[in-house]
């Protein structure tokens, strides 16, 4: 079987519809932005509701479920461009890591909110920690797309499926689309990601989206590492059906990725206008829809511009192509000129053929 004929193309998440006829389901990424203060991580959760973020996500993992405690090669980051230069990988993993025992208050105040709580776990003992929790589905990292025995472990528990497709090649993604399908995963959202960090409008590519959903048959989104909402926006406007967003409190603030998270009111903005975009969508249509009809009034027709007499010819003094739209159309103007009127006119009449002599024909 196909995966274009697998896949569902609308599902719910915890009873929020993922899918075309849904609005964009936006999530607010927590991610390190807690600055290890529960008290900061609980307070980014009412920001993100009361900003109108349907989603919010955290990340499962421990510094020691993540890489080597040595400052060795390649363990330090030495890129002059990363945000995070000079600090080693475990010390990275260590400052932005949600600690374990936060998950279940953090998930619990998103849930009092109406929010939909959910992590990315970064191994398999992450997955056994986070159903325990019982969480509605499952985000894997781009960082983690080709771990296909960490996908397989999400995917096999049967809830739907959120990956980020970051560096991915299309045979990986091939391989990953693969896993999940062959583990039982009906429901799978492919996110288009760009792993940079900030991401640049002119690297996020939004047009691979629609490329995705014809090549893979699910649900695609946006993991948006951008600055503002402009790229988030474009996505929906070429089908993305979820939208992921690094959020926190205050840039200003620090931590290990506030440089290139939304703060409250331009997560309000991103909520906003994401679902604009999405509700201009609409379908292929030509004329006046039926909320137009009563602009048509507003178009130009000719007009009588003149008392006249019966027997009198028109001309460009008495024949005027004005607003409103409720006589003959101005197509039909210059055919005119030099007709005599059958009646007498005052100025202002709406011109229409009973009104002409008979030497014209009576057409509409």
């Not at 990953?176 to 995963?185: A, D, H, I, K």
Request: net charge negative; hydrophobic share 40%; proline share 5%.
């Amino acid at each position: 079987m196909s995966s274009a004929t697998f896949f569902d193309r609308q599902f719910a998440i915890a009873g929020r519809e993922i899918g075309p006829s849904a609005p964009p389901f936006v999530i607010a990424e927590m991610s390190g932005n807690h600055n290890q203060s529960l008290d900061r991580a609980l307070a980014i959760v009412d920001a993100a509701a009361a900003a109108g973020a349907q989603g919010l996500k955290i990340q499962t993992y421990t510094a020691d479920t993540m890489t080597l405690n040595t400052r060795d090669g390649e363990f330090l980051i030495t890129d002059q461009q990363s945000l995070w230069k000079g600090k080693s990988l475990y010390e990275l993993y260590e400052e932005a890591h949600t600690p374990w025992e936060w998950h279940a208050p953090i998930f619990e105040r998103a849930r009092q909110h109406g929010m939909i709580p959910f992590s990315t776990p970064f191994d398999e003992s992450a997955v056994d920690f986070l159903e325990a929790l019982d969480v509605p589905c499952y985000k894997i990292a781009s960082f983690e797309n080709t771990d296909l025995p960490l996908i397989r472990k999400a995917a096999a528990t049967g809830k739907p499926l959120i990956v980020s497709t970051g560096m991915a090649s299309l045979s990986e993604l091939d391989e990953l689309v693969t896993t999940v399908r062959e583990s039982g995963c009906r429901q799978l959202v492919l996110l288009k990601c760009t792993s940079t960090y900030p991401a640049t409008p002119q690297n996020s590519n939004v047009l691979t989206i629609p490329h995705m959903r014809a090549l893979f048959g699910c649900e695609i989104g946006l993991s948006d590492h951008t600055m503002g909402v402009g790229v988030s926006i474009a996505a929906v406007a070429h089908g993305a059906s979820v939208i992921e967003k690094h959020f926190t409190l205050s840039r200003a603030d620090g931590g290990v990725d506030s440089a290139f998270s939304l703060e409250p009111q331009e997560m309000k903005s991103l909520v906003t206008e994401t679902e604009r975009a999405w509700l201009s969508l609409g379908g292929v249509s030509y004329g006046a829809s039926a909320a137009e009809k009563k602009s048509l009034v507003f178009r130009r027709s000719l007009y009588i511009a003149r008392d006249m007499k019966a027997g009198e010819v028109l001309t460009p003094e008495n024949l005027r192509c004005v607003r409103p739209g409720l006589g003959l159309a101005p197509k039909h103007y210059d055919g005119l000129l030099g007709r005599r009127v059958a009646c007498d006119l005052k100025i202002g009449t709406p011109v229409n053929w009973s009104m002409l002599g008979s030497d014209l024909d009576a057409e509409d």
